[in-house]
């Protein structure tokens, strides 16, 4: 296992670089990353297609900097300047760990003064060299694929937000003995916590920039199930608890082909350091799981990019908006209440049957998913120009 992105490149390239990057952490981010490509990319092709217009602002060109403008300035230079001053000159601390590091209270006030201070000179100079004798109020144009920094940052915030939410309920005896220490823990996510709060931050968000909420849905689905499979390499790479159930089963012989840790694996080194000591092993991460047990995250990484190819390749082929989400829901709740079953998770008992939060979460997604495709595959309303033809797709495109 390589918690760490350092562990990675020393074992693949012998390079004994100390950077303070956890893998899950670096994985998530590529995910959000890759996710925000895809929606730009559908949100493009969509307003190619008339699906979404331009929006318009009024804007105030040439006034100075407002007081609220200068304090989050200051605020944010402040917060910089705070922690990375004071890593500057003390980085093992952060090398050693890095999520304690960030989120503690220690850091370098006279480096948050200096930083507060830069940032706030650098935004007054900025408004300043746009700064006219009469500000004027104008109106700018504003293409929905312009939005998806803000959708990015607003979704992580958002995402991680309900994760954490869900997860808390989810191991409500964890977070009662201990609920500051759970709450700003990066470990321990929610997937559908994630999943939930999200979709409801970007649908509140595309309502106000007058994107309706089937379209942004539809162009993200294919994003979302791409950087939930692939946000699972991070969680197989660090070892972080999210793997499977112990198993001591011999290998199927249809996996013959397959090295012996895709059927059963026991995560060496993980980041949490669950299982026995791994013998002379010495440092943080010297733990073994015993027995081993199914490599869930793998699976699910697998599966979850080749989901992402399904729905890339079918997005063209609708033109009632909801369609293509319907699907994703569907797809998701499938392979995700699956995946339980041989995944470790706290257990739920209700009407003589155990069950997991993630199950019941996947059950409404595959009642929802297939309501939806009947629905919208009976629908006849359909948004303005959204029934084109290839040909046309292509030449607007172009």
Not at 317 to 336: D, W
């Amino acid at each position: 296992m390589y918690p760490t992105i350092s562990d990675l490149l020393k074992d693949l390239f012998g390079i004994n670089l100390r950077l303070p990057i956890q893998s899950f952490g670096f994985f998530v981010a590529i995910s959000f990353l890759l996710a925000a490509y895809t929606l730009s990319s559908e949100l493009k092709r969509k307003e190619s297609l008339g699906l979404l217009r331009p929006t318009s602002r009024k804007v105030l060109r040439g006034a100075p900097a407002t007081s609220s403008e200068l304090i989050f300035s200051v605020i944010i230079g402040f917060l910089l300047g705070f922690k990375l001053i004071y890593f500057a000159f003390h980085y093992s601390e952060l090398i050693d760990d890095p999520q304690q590091a960030l989120l503690s209270g220690i850091g370098s006030f006279p480096g948050g003064i200096v930083a507060a201070a830069l940032f706030a000179f650098l935004k007054w100079r900025e408004k300043n060299k746009e700064k006219l004798e009469t500000p004027e109020w104008v109106d700018v144009s504003v293409r929905p694929h312009e939005l998806v920094g803000n959708i990015t940052i607003l979704a992580a915030v958002a995402g991680l937000l309900g994760a954490k939410i869900f997860n808390d309920f989810e191991n409500i005896d964890s977070f009662l003995s201990d609920p500051i220490g759970e709450t700003f823990s990066l470990s321990g996510l929610t997937m559908y916590g994630g999943l939930i709060f999200g979709a409801v931050a970007l649908i509140w968000y595309g309502r106000k920039n007058n994107i309706p909420a089937l379209v942004m849905c539809d162009a993200n689905a294919p994003g979302l199930m791409l950087a939930y499979g692939f946000g699972r390499i991070g969680c197989q790479m660090a070892g972080d608890g999210d793997w499977g159930i112990n198993n001591l089963a011999p290998k199927p012989s249809w996996m013959s082909f397959l090295p012996d840790w895709f059927w059963k694996y026991n995560y060496p080194h993980n980041v949490n350091n669950i299982g026995i000591k791994i013998p002379d092993c010495t440092g943080r991460h010297c733990s073994i799981l015993d027995p081993p047990v199914f490599p869930t995250p793998l699976y699910e990484c697998i599966t979850c990019i080749a989901l992402f190819f399904v729905l890339w390749s079918i997005r063209k082929k609708f033109s009632v908006p909801g369609m293509l989400f319907s699907i994703y829901i569907l797809m998701n709740g499938i392979e995700r209440f699956f995946i339980e079953l041989i995944r470790v998770n706290t257990k739920y008992h209700a009407f003589g049957i155990d069950f997991t939060q993630a199950q019941l979460i996947s059950l409404i997604l595959i009642i929802l998913g297939t309501t939806g495709i009947i629905y919208f595959s009976k629908r006849n309303k359909t948004f303005p120009n959204a029934a084109l033809s290839s040909d046309a797709e292509t030449k607007n495109q172009r």
